[in-house]
T-cell receptor, first 112, second 117 residues
Framework: KQEVTQIPAALSVPEGENLVLNCSFT??????LQWFRQDPGKGLTSLLL?????REQTSGRLNASLDKSSGRSTLYIAASQPGDSATYLC???????????FGKGTSLLVTP | GAVVSQHPSWVICKSGTSVKIECRSL??????MFWYRQFPKQSLMLMAT?????????EQGVEKDKFLINHASLTLSTLTVTSAHPEDSSFYIC?????????????FGPGTRLTVL
């Protein structure tokens, strides 16, 4: 069974810092991997989706990389802002049409 | 495009009552819908997968007689929590995937906060 782990569980950084969130998964046979943002008490906002054949995806200050063979993905946030404070979830899709396997998330706090 | 709505956004009910949660794909036809549950400080856990017109497939440990799922049309799936108890209090989120130009990307609803007193 696919297991997804996210490290660290929580992170606090001052505004302006660049930071990296880590995600690892146990079964490298994945279809795609997705990073989400979740604000307290709210639903999910999709940030980046990386197909299994891709190495990275970028959107604005966000960059996600995927190393399928080692079962790892990282989410890089450049020049962090207080508005980036949220929980970031990594989710792995093992096959087309399948449900996502989520990690427990990294709770990020960016202080002014 | 590709918007998924959920109703209600929150609900408070007494123990023993039943609660129905709706998940709608507003601008696409959802061939598959997924129901997840999220307890405080935990991640999303899949409860069941439903395909339009067929019976839902439940994950191990999820009681199908307690969590009734109906996916009667390509735009609507419902989750009914029967005889709800306080331990059912959770955040329920659905996702929907379509076909064609949408591919198999899953689009998530905003979630429903259920509190059982």
């Amino acid at each position: 069974k696919q297991e997804v782990t996210q490290i660290p569980a929580a992170l606090s950084v001052p505004e302006g810092e660049n930071l990296v969130l880590n995600c690892s998964f146990t079964d490298s046979a994945i279809y795609n991997l997705q990073w989400f943002r979740q604000d307290p008490g709210k639903g999910l906002t999709s940030l980046l989706l990386i197909q299994s054949s891709q190495r990275e995806q970028t959107s604005g200050r966000l960059n996600a990389s995927l190393d399928k063979s080692s079962g790892r993905s990282t989410l890089y946030i450049a020049a962090s802002q207080p508005g980036d404070s949220a929980t970031y979830l990594c989710a792995v899709n093992s096959n087309s049409g399948y449900a996502l396997n989520f990690g427990k998330g990294t709770s990020l706090l960016v202080t002014p | 495009g590709a918007v998924v709505s959920q109703h209600p956004s929150w609900v408070i009910c007494k123990s023993g009552t039943s609660v129905k949660i709706e998940c709608r794909s507003l601008d696409f036809q959802a061939t598959t819908m997924f129901w997840y549950r999220q307890f405080p400080k935990q991640s999303l856990m899949l409860m069941a997968t439903s395909n339009e017109g067929s019976k839902a497939t439940y994950e191990q440990g999820v009681e199908k007689d307690k969590f009734l799922i109906n996916h009667a049309s390509l735009t609507l799936s419902t989750l009914t929590v029967t005889s709800a108890h306080p331990e059912d209090s959770s955040f329920y989120i659905c996702s929907a995937s379509g076909s064609g130009v949408l591919g198999d990307t899953q689009y998530f609803g905003p979630g429903t906060r259920l509190t059982v007193l």
